[in-house]
């Protein structure tokens, strides 16, 4: 079956960057497209960043324009997230999501944990 790990998350001061990664098995990687969501207490999951199956069409969310990068390596399954310039209101779980007909029927990962203090 699919399986998504994320994983590079963890505490950080406003200012400093992060690099998610999530590793994909069990699918045809360069099928998929790939994103990124993320979920803060009490809110929605919202999407961050997708990026189609050979890295030729990236999309982000406004809020993150600028600061972050979606990338792939569909040699190693894998999908990332650079995120710089971090800002406490990017402070969520975030996930990892494949999919080939929307995301209302994606695969999902576990989460990863992103706290930006000020």
């Known amino acids: 079956q699919v399986q998504l790990v994320e994983s590079g998350g963890g505490l950080v001061q406003a200012g400093d960057s992060l690099r998610l990664s999530c590793a994909a098995s069990?699918?045809?990687?360069?099928?998929?497209?790939m994103g990124w969501f993320r979920q803060a207490p009490g809110k929605e999951r919202e999407f961050v960043a997708a990026?189609?199956?050979?890295?030729?069409?990236?999309s982000y969310t406004d809020s993150v324009k600028g600061r972050y990068t979606i990338s792939r390596d569909n040699a190693k399954n894998t999908v990332y997230l650079q995120m710089n310039s971090l800002k406490p209101e990017d402070t969520a779980v975030y996930y990892c999501a494949a999919a080939t007909t929307g995301w209302s029927t994606a695969d999902w990962g576990q989460g990863t944990q992103v706290t930006v203090s000020s």
């Open positions: 069990g699918l045809m990687f360069s099928r998929y497209t």
């Open positions: 990026i189609n199956w050979n890295g030729g069409t990236t």
